[in-house]
Each structure stands twice: as C-alpha cells, then as structure tokens.
C-alpha cells in the first residue's frame, strides 16, 4: 500500500467492521451511541453513492479472453494438487551392500549348517537304534526257534568246535567258557561275520532294512555281531552283555590296508567317529561315545592270549570276557 494514499481512523474502521458484521443493515444503527452512530451514517451514506454511480456493459470481445483465463488456471490449480506417482530409480549395489549381504550369508549358514548337521545325526542316530530294538526282537525269536542258540553259520560255527563234545557244551551252556587260546584262525580281511545276522532276514524274522545303520553308506556290514570265544556256547545263557553294534572301524581299516590298530579307540564310522550304539542281550540300545570299557578292553579287537589286539592275526576271544564284535 502506498504509505501516501487516505486512510479510514481507528474510529471509521472499527464502526465500518461492525456494519460489516451487521451485512451493513442501516437498522441496527438505533443501537449506536454518540459518534459511533454519527459515523456509521456518513458511512451508510458513502456506500449509497457508490450504488448510485453508473456502471457499462461489459466488453463482449474480452469474455471469451477472459473465460480462457479462467480455464487455465483453473487447469493449473487441479494439476497441482493432483497426486502423481513417484518414480524410483533403481538402487545400484555399492560394494559395501555386496559386503553386507554376503556377511549375512555366511553367517546363516555359519548358524544353520551346523544346527541341520546335528539334527540330521540326531535323526539317523534314532533310527539306527529303532532298527537294533528290530534285531533284539529278530534274535529273541530265532533263538526261540533254535534251542537258544543265536544265529551263525555252519562255516563259522566250524572255529567254535574246540570243546570235547556238543553234549558237554549244553551242559555248561549256563556258565562262561574259559579256555586256552584258540588254535583257530579268522581272516577279518575278507570273513564277513555280518552274515550271521542275515540268517535273520533269511527266516523272516527281521526285514532285511534292520540289518543295517541308516547313518551307513555302506549296503552290507554296517552291523557288527558279537564273536564267541572258541568254545562259548553262543546262545541266550552264553552270552551276556554287548550282542551288536555300529560297524567296527579297526576292521575296516584292516580291509583297506590302514593301520589297523588305532581303530581301536576309534567309535564307529557309521556316524562319522562320534559314537556307536551298542544292542545289549537285555533288548536296551546305548549309545558309547568311546569303544574303549572301563577294563581296557576295546569292542573293536579281540584278546588272543599273546597279543593284546590280534586282529591282523585273525585271532579270536579269549574267553566269555573278551567282548569283540565284528562285521
């Protein structure tokens, strides 16, 4: 505004806002006192000259101008309140993003490999104890079948004919055989013991699935049957304690020409050398993380009277002591 140009008083301005209020309606002017009334009448006054001046048609050449005028900015004032979709540049993969991302990675896997191995051990652990609980079931029934004796083959049952008779062997059938050291030789290289057990599948008193561990990549020999000493009645009454086992590691070391003895100490490879489970002659499956027993006798290897661990030697037990299991 120029600061030349008249201005209205704080009086004329104030009562001009209260005819505005009022629509200026000249009526409510009885309700004014003094000046106020005075003013407001001039200003009634005021306006009505301005409604008496006169006033020209407008220009018919500048309304269609003026309506284009109008269109545009109307057209300008909805483009800008129109919402338009944002458009997103695609994000480029920076080295460190690379980074990031493949640190996540590996920590994942870091995470979750080992925790899906130790299920996946765990699982297969399962059933290979389920299929030994089969084998115990298998052996009870076999035994029941054949006067209490435990399955071998005749080509195996050859190396127990140490004692005088059959008939003097029933009648220690009940206590442990002690004898001398077996004159008798095996070649573990290439006997495979496991057959004893497949006697089993043979009369249908197992499926053939059971003999073998599901941790075992191995088709035949992933179960290791207990060797009875020269002599020892195999059977219900002359067998106590471990009857069968995850394979036996010191004899797969033999078959493939590796030093052999350290597997004594070895648990079985069926699970990768953390353990084994052990079928015991009660029917309960326990899972040893150490084939070594508390007297220092290995599972895996056999006490020939002269040589601690003669396997190489093809020994067999020494006694009904000597727990040796093989497949």
């Known amino acids: 505004m120029n600061p030349e140009s008249p201005r209205l008083s704080d009086a004329d301005a104030r009562v001009l806002d209260a005819l505005m209020e009022e629509g200026f309606d000249a009526s409510c002017l009885h309700e004014m006192k003094g000046d106020d009334r005075a003013r407001a009448e001039e200003l009634v006054r005021l306006l009505g000259e301005l409604d008496r001046l006169p006033t020209s048609a407008p220009d018919p050449q500048r309304i269609p101008s003026l309506m284009a005028r109008i269109d545009t900015e109307e057209r300008a004032q ?3 309140l129109r919402l338009r979709p944002v458009v997103r540049q695609p994000r480029r993969l920076r080295v460190p993003d690379i980074i990031t991302i493949a640190a996540v990675m590996l920590l994942a896997i870091g995470v979750g490999w080992p925790l899906a191995s130790t299920i996946r051990s765990a699982t297969l652990r399962e059933g290979c104890e389920r299929n030994l609980a089969q084998v115990h079931g ?14 071998l083959t005749a080509g195996f049952a050859a190396f127990l004919q ?4 059959s008939d003097a062997r029933e009648e220690r059938a009940s206590e442990p055989v002690v ?10 290289r290439r006997h495979r013991h496991g057959e004893n057990l497949e006697l089993l599948s043979d009369g249908a008193y ?7 561990c599901p941790a075992c990549a191995k088709a035949n020999g992933a179960l290791a049957l207990r060797v009875p000493a020269a002599g020892q009645r195999f059977s219900r009454t002359g067998v106590t304690g471990m009857l069968v086992a995850d394979a036996n590691p010191a004899i797969d070391l033999l078959c493939e020409g590796e030093p052999w003895r350290v597997g004594a100490a070895l648990s079985s490879l069926n699970h990768r050398s953390r353990g084994q489970n052990i079928l015991f002659d009660d029917g309960s499956v326990r899972w ?6 508390p007297n220092g ?17 093809g020994g067999l037990p020494l006694d009904a002591t000597d727990v040796f299991l093989a497949q």
Do not use: C, F, K
């Open 206 to 212: 197992v499926g053939a699935h059971s003999l073998t």
């Open 138 to 151: 298998g052996l009870d029934r076999y035994a029941s079948d054949h006067a209490g004796r435990y399955p």
């Open 179 to 188: 004898t001398n050291a077996p004159t008798a030789r095996v070649d573990w």
């Open 288 to 293: 040893l993380i150490s084939p070594v027993l």
């Open 78 to 80: 909805r483009e800008r």
């Open 297 to 313: 006798d290995s599972i895996w290897v056999p006490r020939d009277g002269t040589d601690a661990s003669a396997l190489e030697n």
């Open 162 to 165: 140490q004692s005088p008779s």
